[in-house]
């Protein structure tokens, strides 16, 4: 069982990683895991590149996304699941969706609610955009 496992720091994110954990067992080998985060792009302005270069902004996508990976590592670590841990730019939804398909994953395990400003009302605009995109089976942890 592959399993995309997408996560941003919240704490939605982190207890889909602590579902995954739980139910590790259900299956006959401990599953794979793609950790995924995503950041979207940074807003491509007239002549930022004078002021701010390519590698000033991939080094920000690596810290960004390095902090929303960390202490799903750790989880998964101390639960001894294999997982790949991948950093991507782009709209969240397709790319959690493209990455998955890409990667022959056979579910997506997303929280239903992300950094957002109305993070605790309705369910996210992500998870539902995942919901009604992926091919694939998509569990929501709330």
Known sequence: MKILLAVDGSK????AVDSVIRHADWYREKPEV?????HLPVPKLHNMHLVIGKNQ???????????????????LEAA???YRPSILVGQIAETLVDHAAKTACD?????????????????GS?????????KLPVLLVK
């Open 12 to 15: 939605y994110s982190i207890d």
């Open 126 to 134: 992500v998870a539902t955009k995942v919901v009604h995109i992926a």
């Open 34 to 38: 793609e950790l995924v985060t995503v």
């Open 80 to 82: 001894g699941i294999k």
């Open 107 to 123: 579910v997506m395990v997303i929280g239903t609610h992300g950094h957002g400003a109305t993070a605790g009302l309705l369910m």
């Open 57 to 75: 902004i991939d080094e920000y996508y690596a810290e960004e996304g390095e902090a929303a990976l960390v202490l799903a590592k750790k989880k």
